[in-house]
């Protein structure tokens, strides 16, 4: 009972680099090396040891500097005057600023909690490839969600993309303090607010306007707030809002929160405004919950210091970039087996299987709507996506010019 062998340690030492949890290797050492008798307090205690034995006399502080400054992460922090105390850090990896400076075009971004035991917000910005795979751009650990903390964060991330870059759109959900930072900061580019935040918002809010009724909530969300929100057409959405109006005039309540509440962000999240964004499909905040689950599994646990949330981050974009590398690698190298004829015969290995397969989605579109293509089209992912719509595509078909197909 006196500690953990050689051969434990070493086994502990493995386990911990691959992030497994302590649980974990409990198991594996009694599987193992049963003859050491091993305890989860040894466990503990020698990944402490192991993890203190790199800082090499700097204080938990200095060795998240040290991390930072070893792997050329880009920087920045800000402390208070009188104290000292740090109060923001941003971190960007150096392989995901180049990659935000070739993808720039989506950005999402939002905070989540119980990341670190100082139970200070940890904010993730979030970007995309052509290949549809998410990726950290950067994080930044707040003292509070003020509108000041949010202006610092965005100011920073404005550094890293470069003045003369404007991103498409930038997604997060209504949270107030980066409303104004937002259009502040990046005023060319569109800011849109997630629809599935916004549903829920009104669901709950709608559950308790009408004294609890939860069939009251959910018929509203899906049929009234629904035909508002996916408006297609100015026109559409003043006659929807209209009839909103007039049909629920004996809520009064529920009419001042809809329009106070939301109507005023409109061009945010109704689809005749989002239709004209080149946002590649993102009307939600949904790539950055993604990313928040996938990094609290790394983690393990709301408790870790700085250098350990250093660390485990690390390894969450050192996974993502090792897909990265690999989606389009095969974007650039392999031909699907539904991906070969017109078009795709003059795309193959020149853009991203996630291109094609929504052009053979907008061709099954042009397939299905016929003759009246043309009409009914609505064209949305020519704008939405930079990609040729249904009528485009018959357009080509029809003249049998595919050799310019572009």
């Given at each position: 009972?006196?500690?953990?062998?050689?051969?434990?340690?070493?086994?502990?030492?493995?386990?911990?680099?691959?992030?497994?949890?302590?649980?974990?290797?409990?198991?594996?050492?009694?599987?193992?090396?049963?003859?050491?008798?091993?305890?989860?307090?040894?466990?503990?205690?020698?990944?402490e040891?192991?993890?203190?034995?790199?800082f090499?006399?700097?204080?938990?502080?200095?060795?998240?500097?040290?991390?930072?400054?070893?792997?050329?992460?880009?920087?920045?922090?800000?402390?208070e005057?009188?104290?000292?105390?740090l109060?923001?850090?941003?971190?960007?990896?150096?392989?995901?600023?180049?990659?935000?400076?070739?993808?720039?075009?989506?950005?999402?971004?939002?905070?989540t909690?119980?990341?670190?035991?100082?139970?200070?917000p940890?904010?993730?910005?979030?970007?995309?490839?052509?290949c549809?795979?998410?990726f950290?751009?950067?994080?930044?650990?707040?003292?509070?969600?003020?509108?000041?903390?949010?202006?610092?964060?965005?100011?920073?991330?404005?550094?890293?993309?470069?003045?003369?870059?404007?991103?498409?759109?930038?997604?997060?959900?209504?949270?107030?303090?980066?409303?104004?930072?937002v259009?502040?900061?990046?005023?060319?580019?569109?800011?849109?607010?997630?629809?599935?935040?916004?549903?829920?918002?009104?669901?709950?809010?709608?559950?308790?306007?009408?004294?609890?009724?939860?069939?009251?909530?959910?018929?509203?969300?899906?049929?009234?707030?629904?035909?508002?929100i996916?408006?297609?057409?100015?026109?559409?959405?003043?006659?929807?809002?209209?009839?909103?109006?007039?049909?629920?005039k004996?809520?009064?309540?529920?009419?001042?929160?809809?329009e106070?509440?939301w109507?005023?962000?409109?061009?945010?999240?109704?689809?005749?405004?989002?239709?004209?964004?080149?946002?590649?499909?993102?009307?939600?905040?949904?790539?950055?919950?993604?990313?928040?689950?996938?990094l609290?599994q790394?983690?393990?646990?709301?408790?870790?210091?700085l250098?350990?949330?250093?660390?485990?981050?690390?390894?969450?974009?050192?996974?993502?970039?090792?897909?990265?590398?690999?989606?389009?690698?095969?974007?650039?190298?392999?031909?699907?087996?539904?991906?070969?004829?017109?078009?795709?015969?003059?795309?193959?290995?020149?853009?991203?299987?996630y291109?094609?397969?929504?052009?053979?989605?907008?061709?099954?579109?042009?397939?299905?709507?016929?003759t009246?293509?043309?009409?009914?089209?609505?064209?949305?992912?020519?704008s939405?996506?930079?990609?040729?719509?249904?009528?485009?595509?018959?357009a080509?078909?029809?003249?049998?010019?595919?050799?310019?197909?572009?």
């Amino acid at each position: 009972m006196s500690g953990l062998s050689g051969e434990a340690k070493e086994i502990v030492r493995d386990m911990s680099a691959a992030q497994a949890k302590p649980c974990s290797i409990m198991a594996a050492l009694k599987e193992k090396v049963p003859s050491d008798n091993p305890t989860i307090k040894q466990v503990y205690n020698y990944r402490e040891t192991l993890r203190k034995s790199s800082f090499e006399g700097r204080d938990v502080v200095g060795q998240f500097y040290h991390m930072a400054q070893q792997n050329d992460y880009v920087h920045w922090t800000l402390a208070e005057e009188d104290t000292g105390v740090l109060t923001h850090i941003f971190m960007a990896h150096p392989d995901s600023v180049r990659l935000l400076r070739t993808y720039y075009w989506i950005i999402g971004m939002d905070s989540t909690y119980k990341t670190n035991k100082y139970r200070l917000p940890f904010f993730e910005i979030i970007g995309m490839t052509p290949c549809n795979k998410n990726f950290i751009i950067a994080y930044a650990i707040m003292k509070d969600e003020t509108e000041g903390s949010y202006r610092w964060v965005l100011e920073r991330l404005r550094c890293l993309i470069g003045e003369h870059i404007h991103p498409s759109a930038i997604l997060t959900d209504r949270e107030l303090g980066l409303i104004r930072p937002v259009s502040e900061v990046f005023p060319r580019s569109s800011h849109l607010l997630c629809t599935w935040h916004i549903n829920k918002d009104v669901e709950d809010r709608v559950y308790r306007i009408s004294g609890k009724n939860q069939e009251f909530a959910e018929i509203f969300k899906n049929s009234t707030w629904k035909k508002i929100i996916r408006a297609p057409t100015f026109d559409q959405y003043n006659i929807v809002v209209e009839h909103f109006r007039d049909r629920f005039k004996g809520f009064p309540g529920l009419i001042q929160y809809i329009e106070g509440t939301w109507l005023g962000h409109r061009e945010k999240f109704v689809s005749c405004w989002t239709d004209l964004v080149l946002h590649f499909g993102n009307t939600a905040t949904c790539r950055v919950e993604s990313a928040h689950a996938q990094l609290k599994q790394w983690l393990n646990s709301s408790t870790g210091a700085l250098d350990t949330v250093w660390t485990k981050v690390d390894k969450v974009i050192q996974s993502q970039l090792t897909d990265i590398r690999k989606t389009l690698e095969d974007s650039r190298r392999t031909i699907g087996v539904h991906q070969r004829g017109f078009p795709f015969d003059k795309l193959s290995c020149r853009v991203s299987h996630y291109c094609l397969d929504l052009i053979s989605k907008e061709l099954r579109r042009m397939r299905e709507l016929s003759t009246d293509v043309y009409d009914r089209c609505g064209c949305v992912v020519r704008s939405t996506h930079q990609i040729p719509c249904a009528c485009e595509l018959r357009a080509v078909v029809d003249s049998g010019i595919t050799h310019h197909f572009h």
